[in-house]
């Protein structure tokens, strides 16, 4: 292909692509002026788990949290500045004014909620280093364990979550996501003192409620059993559909456990079990084991 035939390709994929942009369809928006920047929620998310964290994961040098503080007020203002203004069609609900105001207060409503997230990761981390043999130390589990960095960000996003920011929490979580495999929506309430070991699959929905002492292995699933639809066959937003865990529960590998129903206190959810019921407090529940079929392979391995 010559110079001239790249060109016009390159011209016929770009009027094509400017043919798609001008469609209506909400895929796009070339300016982006609106957009929280996914690079700049990342960054501030990370300064906010140094708050949490000090020294463990430090992204640049502060002279003191303070300075971070202010960082992480102004950097968090301006992205839920900018989500407030995408959700509302680029025009808030209040003055320009009022607005920036609105914002610096959800900022420093998070902000003044640190030192509360500090105390309850705190009951998280000895959770996780009673809870698993392998742990040789809280540093460890700090700067090692995808569960302990996954709720850290979750209880962060959260606080937004409960202050109706939008876009910003679910990207938070996102990202936690995009890290750990572990996938818990800004929704959930979680409890103290809870452990998410190993953690990889793991998906807990909005709705889900998780007490204190709780904890799940990978590849659990606390979902949704079925998604209601109105008159015009529309799913309908915001009704309970995830489970309630009590306190002092345990759910092994692979479990899926479905739909709004109560978890008692006290109750072990065996590995790889389908639950869509409620389960009384101190109920044991396990699967079926599988059945193996086995036979003797010729001397010197498979194919001789």
Same mark, same amino acid.
């Given at each position: ?172 979580? *996102?990202? %936690? ?6 996938? &818990?929506?800004? $929704?959930?309430?979680? =409890?103290? !003192?809870? #452990? ?9 929905? *909005?709705? %889900? ?6 904890? &799940?292995?990978? $590849?659990?699933?606390? =979902?949704? !059993?079925? #998604? ?77």
């Amino acid at each position: 292909m010559n110079r001239l035939e790249k060109k016009n390709a390159l011209d016929s994929v770009h009027k094509n692509l400017q043919e798609s942009y001008a469609d209506g369809f909400g895929v796009n928006d070339a300016g982006g002026d609106s957009l929280p920047r996914r690079s700049e929620v990342i960054a501030v998310t990370e300064k906010l788990l140094e708050l949490i964290f000090p020294g463990f994961d430090r992204a640049g040098t502060y002279p003191s949290a303070l300075v971070l503080l202010g960082d992480c007020m102004r950097e968090l203002s301006d992205q839920i500045s900018r989500a407030m203004r995408r959700v509302s069609g680029g025009e808030c609900d209040c003055c320009e004014t009022g607005c920036s105001s609105r914002c610096d207060d959800m900022a420093l409503a998070l902000l003044k909620k640190l030192p509360d997230i500090r105390e309850i990761m705190k009951k998280d981390v000895e959770a996780a280093y009673n809870g698993d043999p392998a742990a040789k130390s809280f540093d460890e589990i700090i700067l090692s364990y995808p569960g302990v960095k996954t709720i850290a960000i979750q209880r962060l996003a959260h606080e937004l979550y409960c202050l109706e920011v939008p876009l910003i929490p679910r990207m938070m979580t *996102e990202y %936690a996501h995009s890290i750990t495999g572990i996938d &818990i929506h800004p $929704g959930a309430k979680i =409890g103290v !003192g809870v #452990f998410i070991d190993h953690g990889t699959g793991v998906v807990i929905g *909005e709705t %889900a409620i998780i007490g204190d002492n709780v904890r &799940i292995y990978q $590849g659990v699933t606390l =979902g949704a !059993g079925n #998604f209601p639809k109105n008159a015009c066959g529309m799913l309908i937003k915001g009704l309970k559909r995830h489970p309630t865990v009590g306190c002092n529960v345990t759910i092994y590998s692979g479990a899926s456990v479905l739909g709004d129903i109560t978890i008692g206190d006290n109750s072990v959810i065996g590995g790889n079990v389908w639950l869509t019921e409620s389960l009384p407090p101190g109920t044991k529940i396990t699967a079926l084991p599988p059945e193996h079929r086995r036979k003797t392979l010729p001397q010197g391995g498979p194919g001789k």
